[in-house]
């Protein structure tokens, strides 16, 4: 049992290193990504505002965080996000605009991706957008085989 108790602080600890961004210090943004591939998708949602809203690739708009966990658990199962750098700038009402580019792993493929997140006063996330950035024959060549 001692083994696999180290062997867990060792992941935690790789994870924690693993989510610097360059260029982000949003803690509720490091740990979606700290949570996301960790499968923790309640406490990944935990990190939205009551009525925050994501929206997916291909995905329309999922509002509220018992939404939001409900799609990861669905959808995210074997999705790895490996974020790279990023920007944070302020908006107006005290509001702040991050933007990370990295990739996204699958069984299936691999993708560059942008996540464009908007974090409210208490910086809850109050959106996320995640988009893919292929060309249209690099999407069209994603789709699964059936």
Excluded: H
């Amino acid at each position: 049992m001692l083994n696999s108790e180290r062997s867990d602080v060792t992941s935690a600890e790789q994870l924690k290193e693993e989510f610097q961004i360059e260029g982000i210090t949003e803690t509720s943004v490091l740990r979606y990504f700290e949570t996301l591939n960790a499968g923790e998708f309640e406490a990944t949602a935990a990190l939205f505002a009551v009525d925050g809203v994501m929206r997916p690739p291909f995905e329309s708009d999922i509002v509220g965080t018992d939404a939001i966990a409900a799609y990861l658990k669905q959808e995210g199962q074997n999705i790895k996000a490996y974020p790279n750098t990023g920007i944070a700038e302020a908006l107006e009402n005290a509001t702040i605009q991050v933007q990370v580019t990295g990739k996204a792993q699958t069984s299936w493929c691999s993708v560059n991706v942008l996540w464009l997140f908007i974090l409210n006063q208490q910086r809850q996330i109050s959106y996320t957008k995640i988009k893919l950035l292929a060309s249209p024959q690099e999407l069209l060549s994603l789709r699964r085989e059936n």
